[in-house]
Every structure is written in C-alpha cells, then in structure tokens.
C-alpha cells in the first residue's frame, strides 16, 4: 500500500518528507514525489523507482519549504512510471494531492472531469482528486470544504492529503479505509499513514476515523465529518521509541526483528502474568466480562503469516479450552454466511491494525453480534480502536515487509489466549495452568539458543539457495510453521515454495520429489515424531533432499536427513515458536544469498490496505 506524509509549519520541509517517506518506504516503494509550497508556488519533484531517486534529485537543493505533502507508491492503477507517480496536480499545478487506496468510480470521475475540457496526464485513479479538489476551489470552497466535498463523491477506500497554492500553510485530508493519523506537534502539525513516520517530531497522535477531513495549520488542526459538523478525536502519546525503528547496525530490518524475537515474546507475556508469575490473565479481556463464559465457538481471521498463527491458535485453544475453532482468511470470511452472535468469538489477527480484508471481517462480525478480540500489533491501529477487546502483542515497530517478530508474539498471545480463557471456563485447573505458564515464561530461551545456531542455517541456506522449488512439511502444531516458513522463503527469495501437512504428502505432492527439490521437514518430538520420521523416509526413498528442523542432538532424524537445523528441546505445543526461527533464517540467508531486496520484496508491501 502507499505511505503519505505531510507537514506544516516546520521549516526545510522537504527533508522531513523525504525522512518520514523513508520510514514509510516499506508500505510501497514503486515511485514516490513531494509537493512543496514556495513563494513562487507549489514545486513537485516525482519520480519512479525506488525513494533513492526522489531522494537524489532533492539533494541537489537545500531542504526548502514549511509546508508541503510526501508519497511512496504501491502501484494500483497504471505502472510504476514518472506520470503515475504521486503527488498528482490540477490543470494549473495549483493544487496537488496524495492519495492511498482505490477509488472504485474513477473512471465514471474520469469521464465527467474530460467532459468539463480536463486533460489528464496520468493512468491512475488518484488523478481526478486533483482536478475535482481544484473545480471546488475554484467555486468559491477553502481547502477544507473542496475536500470534504469531494470525498462525498467517491466510492472505494481513499485516503487523500491536498495541498493548494492558494492557502501556503495549509493541509487537508480524508481518511476512509486506509489509514492516517495525525501528528500534534509545538508550531508544526503532521500526518502519515502510520505512527514511525510521525515519531521522530511527535508523540502526540490522533487517529483519525472513517469520513474525518482534517485541515492542519502550524498551530491549529481542526477535524469534521464530511458534512462540515466538528468531530472530536481522542489524543494519544505513544511510548514506541523512535532509535527502535532504525536498523540498529543491521544489514537488514527482517535480521533485526529475528533477532528481536525472545525479547518481544517476553514484553507480549508482560502485563499477563498473575502476580505469583504461575497464571496468565489478559487484563484486555476483562471488557467482556461475562460474554467469555458464553462462548460456543471461535474464528480466527486474518490474512497471510497472521493467518498461519491462526492456525497454531487452533491448535492450542481446541487443546486447552475444548471449544471448536474455524481459522478463515480474511478476504474469505466477510463472504460466507458466518453465523456470527453472541455465542461466536471472532479474532482478527492482525500485526498492522490495518490490513483491509480483516477490518472489513472485524466489522462485519461485529454488526452480526460477536464480540470482537484483536490479536494486533500497532496501537491505536483500526483493529486496536473498533475491537471489543485487543490483545496487544509487543513487538515494537515490524518495518520488514516478512513478518517475523510480528508472528512469534502472535503465537505467544494466542496461546496465552487459550489459558486464560481455559482458566475463566474451568477447563483447566490451577495446577494444570501453571504447569504449562513455566515453559511459556522460559520459551524466549530456547528461542536464543535457535538463533545461535544462525551459521549452520547459513551455510545450509548457501548450499539450497539455487533450488528453483521447496516444500515445507509439518504435523500438528508444526504444519502451521511449515506453510510459515514456505511463505518467507517466497516472499523475499521469489523462489516458489508450498506448506503441507506432512501426513498429505503422499496424497499428491510426492510426484513432485526429485533430486532437485528440497524438502524441509519439522522434525522435533512429540505425539506424531515418529510418523514425520517415516514421512522422512518417504522423500529419501524417492532421492529427495531432506532438511529437517530437529531437537539438538536428535541422532534419529541426523542419520535420516541430508541436512539439520537444531533447536532447543521443548513442549510439543510451544514448538513452532523455536522451529519457526531456523526456517525465518533459511529464508533470510537464501535471499540475502540471491542478493535480494530482504527488506521490500518486490510487489508486495507492509500493510496491505486494498481489497
Ligand atoms: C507476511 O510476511 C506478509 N508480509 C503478509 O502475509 C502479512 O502477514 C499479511 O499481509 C497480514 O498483515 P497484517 O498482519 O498486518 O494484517
């Protein structure tokens, strides 16, 4: 999706454009431009590819400016070209507008703006915000009103930030779907599409809401519905600090947040642990009270590595708390008949807060009448906000677009989930929680000794790292983390790779076992070990190549594999997360091997907030 930035009242502003569009490259980095008031009016500078391009025709002039407006692309409509790049400008270049989403009347826009006599100079749907925004000017609106007048028009998710020649010191916006929020600042105010790119100049947030028009002053922001009526918007400061969004000394932001995972499982378990340290209690889920002793079923939603700790959270809530559990994508859910009501759990997964298919499930469920609990990552986020209850994992900023830490906290809250609703139903007694709250409160440990087997992932990566397809196998709670890591080994080595359960294999993915195709099996003990064992055998017998995730020390699964990846020993249930972290590794070294872009794999991006 598209990062927007914008700023007012702060001088050189076209350096804290660029530096919070390089906060917000991960959400889309196909082309990118800044529009900048001047004396002599609005300069624009755009251009294709990477941030670095914009960045260097910017460097061949002081940093001008007090007010003006920043976009990075994820191209939607039109490729990734100078003339679709952002921000696009009226007739007169008068006004100039950013925009992220999908506006899904464009072209019905389109044809009535050619009509009136507008040329158009772009491919893209975001165009027409331009010249409708400039027509409204033009009849007599200030900034705010053209663009409240104009959001009444459109149909899709957008949200827009305009600037116009005609009012120099001043931003408005819209937000719907696609989030924005603003930035509080002392004779300056802020907006961008998340929290990062505001930090490094405030702490003081406002999430905007759907339909908001916000118009930012140096020292005024004023928000209103699109009517004109005022509406007001709570004020937060956020804790998150900013030195933890940079890299720190990495060569990549993804090695980092690997890195980062035991200390972010330990701070997600913080605030749940019982005053004894031995029962885990959500404070969050107190907002439901009594609901929680009603429930007859539970649905996760989510999308992509989400919906993979979904899967695990099935696993550990049909174990411990003896409910039935759907696990649905997101983009599917909000078209089924889903039964949702009092009786009915739904929990979003989500690490942005954003992701678009999952708040439209969120919402959808709840108008139905089920109580909402959000797995998510980012405060203040949409999920965050709209959600009954949110469970807030505490991974800090995930800025590489392979989610990792983002995922290890997931599974630690959803198993943390399943206890504390299994200790509020009386599924499991006091002893039978603490018994299983000690290895959970020690699993950050086992978690650093995976990662000190980091040079043995690296040279095995090395010798894969030119296989054209993988396949990834596990069982139980482990076929979640087979598909994991399938899909990070895709996503930022483009090299093609599948998740099955291991148990399915010979129901067809076994014609695809060959010398040339790796099979990477997770081997480590527990009720099925030795049925992955065989599954081993299976691929050997047909000269595949195994590598295989196993216990430290596991002589069983050495002699049987061509290559191990070693973890520490632990619980069956809280496995996948010290297996998942040799196979995020695999993926990394593969790709960094393949000299690939780790941190922003091409098409994809950070938040996806389209449909
Ligand atoms: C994960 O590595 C991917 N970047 C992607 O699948 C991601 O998990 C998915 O888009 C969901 O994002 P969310 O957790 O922010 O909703």
Redesign the pocket.
């Known amino acids: 999706m598209c990062g927007i930035i914008g700023v007012t009242g702060r001088d050189g502003c076209s350096r804290i454009l660029l530096e919070g569009l390089r906060s917000l490259e991960y959400r889309g980095y196909d082309s990118a431009g800044v529009a900048v008031q001047t004396a002599d009016g609005l300069v624009v500078v755009r251009r294709p590819g990477k941030l670095a391009e914009l960045e260097g025709v910017l460097a061949e002039r002081e940093p001008f400016g007090r007010t003006g407006i920043g976009h990075t692309r994820w191209a939607t409509h039109g490729p990734p070209t100078q003339q679709n790049a952002h921000p696009h400008v009226d007739g007169p270049e008068r006004v100039a507008v950013i925009h992220n989403g999908i506006i899904e009347n464009h072209e019905a826009l389109r044809a009535e703006l050619v009509a009136r006599g507008v040329t158009f100079r772009s491919e893209t749907d975001t165009e027409i915000l331009a010249h409708l925004v400039s027509e409204r000017i033009e009849a007599g609106d200030d900034l705010g009103q053209a663009t409240a007048h104009v959001a009444g028009r459109l149909d899709g998710s957008y949200s827009f930030a305009v600037v116009s020649a005609d009012r120099p010191d001043e931003l408005a916006a819209v937000r719907h779907q696609s989030p924005l929020i603003l930035g509080i600042g002392d004779g300056a105010n802020f907006l961008a599409s998340d929290i990062p790119a505001l930090l490094p100049h405030t702490k003081v947030v406002m999430p905007l809401e759907d339909d908001d028009v916000a118009v930012l002053t140096p020292d005024k922001v004023t928000v209103t519905d699109v009517h004109g009526q005022v509406v007001t918007r709570p004020v937060r400061t956020i804790d998150w600090d900013p030195v933890r969004i940079q890299k720190g000394g990495y060569r990549h932001f993804m090695m980092k947040e690997i890195e980062e995972q035991p200390a972010a499982v330990a701070a997600t378990m913080t605030g749940c642990l019982t005053d004894d340290g031995f029962t885990i209690r959500i404070p969050a889920l107190d907002a439901l009270g009594d609901r929680l002793a009603q429930l007859e079923r539970l649905t996760f939603v989510?999308?992509?590595?989400?919906?993979h700790a979904g899967l695990a959270g099935k696993f550990f809530i049909e174990n411990l708390v003896g409910i039935p559990v759907d696990v649905d994508y997101a983009s599917e859910f909000r078209y089924r008949q889903t039964q949702a009501g009092p009786g009915h759990l739904v929990v979003p997964?989500?690490?942005?807060?954003?992701?678009l298919d999952?708040m439209v499930a969120l919402r959808q469920a709840k108008q139905g009448g089920s109580p909402i609990v959000s797995v998510v990552?980012v405060p203040e986020s949409a999920a965050d906000r709209e959600s009954d209850a949110a469970i807030m994992t505490e991974a800090g900023p995930e800025i590489g677009?392979?989610?990792t830490k983002?995922?290890t906290t997931q599974l630690v809250a959803l198993y943390m989930l399943a206890l504390d609703l299994a200790g509020r139903r009386g599924a499991l007694d006091a002893a039978a929680l603490r018994e299983r709250v000690q290895p959970l409160r020690r699993i950050r440990y086992a978690m650093e000794g995976a990662l000190r087997h980091a040079d043995a992932v690296r040279d095995v990566a090395h010798r894969y790292a030119d296989a054209r397809d993988f396949l990834f196998l596990g069982r139980g709670v482990n076929y979640p983390i087979a598909l994991e890591g399938a899909?990070?080994l895709k996503?930022i080595s483009y090299i093609h790779a599948e998740g099955y359960p291991a148990g399915e294999m010979k129901h067809g993915p076994i014609a695809l076992i060959d010398g040339d195709m790796p099979v990477v099996v997770v081997a480590t003990p527990g009720r099925v070990y030795d049925k992955v064992l065989a599954n081993i055998q299976e691929v050997r017998s047909r000269a595949g190549k195994v590598i295989a995730v196993c216990a430290e020390g596991d002589e069983r699964v050495a002699a049987q594999a061509d290559e191990v990846l070693e973890v520490p020993r632990v619980d069956e249930d809280l496995s996948c997360l010290v297996n998942v972290v040799p196979l995020q590794l695999l993926a990394y070294f593969i790709a960094e091997k393949r000299g690939c872009d780790i941190d922003q794999p091409r098409n994809?991006a950070?938040?996806?907030t389209v449909e």
């Open positions: 989510a999308c992509g590595t989400s919906w997964i989500t690490q942005s807060g954003e992701t999952t990552n677009v392979a989610s983002a995922f899909l990070k996503e994809l950070k938040s996806v």
